[in-house]
């Protein structure tokens, strides 16, 4: 867990990163066959969660359950076999996460630079379903990425190009609701 320099360092003098990574090494110290995580990496730096995830990955691969709760969608796209998306104390869907993102049907968001084609002409195109302005960028929205990426290519029209699919976080916000909540 990253923690062999703070050996000799009182619990309490540990940074509430480190703090979390010694709660973890505690839990996992007897490799146990079933473990629960709740928010694993609250409080870790980007590399210390991104080793956990290494970590957690390995664990499952070596035959072990783990249980994990999460805020993180991301986390839970990366690291979980299947999903429960809850709201309220209720499983509101459960499945894979490739599942649950297939099944939202968002289609693909392409972005390209304003120089590249302007929105009037990105509108025009086959297979686009709603252009949108950002401050750098037009956003084209599609279910035909392939005939609206070659299309793009045809005009030249890949300056800046990024290609988007939605994420376990736009199933969980299109569940959920995105209002705020007490």
């Known amino acids: ?46 590399q210390a969660r991104r080793n956990l995830w290494d970590l957690l990955s390995s664990l499952n691969d070596h035959g072990r359950t783990v249980v994990l709760t999460t805020h993180y969608m991301d986390e839970a796209e990366a690291l979980c076999d299947r999903v429960a998306i809850m709201d309220r104390g209720r499983i509101l869907q459960l499945a894979s996460p490739a599942a649950l993102i297939r099944d939202l049907d968002a289609g693909v968001r392409i972005s390209v630079e304003p120089s590249a084609i302007d929105a009037s002409s990105a509108g025009q195109l086959d297979g686009v379903d709603s252009v949108e302005e950002q401050d750098s960028s037009v956003v084209l929205a599609t279910h035909d990425p392939a005939t609206v ?3 793009l290519a045809e005009r030249q029209a890949l300056q800046g190009l990024q290609v988007k699919s939605a994420t376990l976080e736009d199933v969980f916000l299109t569940l959920t609701g995105r209002e705020y909540r007490a």
């Open 1 to 46: 867990m990253g923690l062999d320099d703070k050996a000799d360092t009182r619990t309490e003098k540990l940074s509430g990163g480190q703090r979390q990574r010694l709660s973890i090494a505690c839990a996992l110290v007897h490799e146990p066959e079933l473990v629960f995580l709740d928010e694993p990496t609250a409080a870790l730096d980007p």
């Open 149 to 151: 990426l070659a299309q």
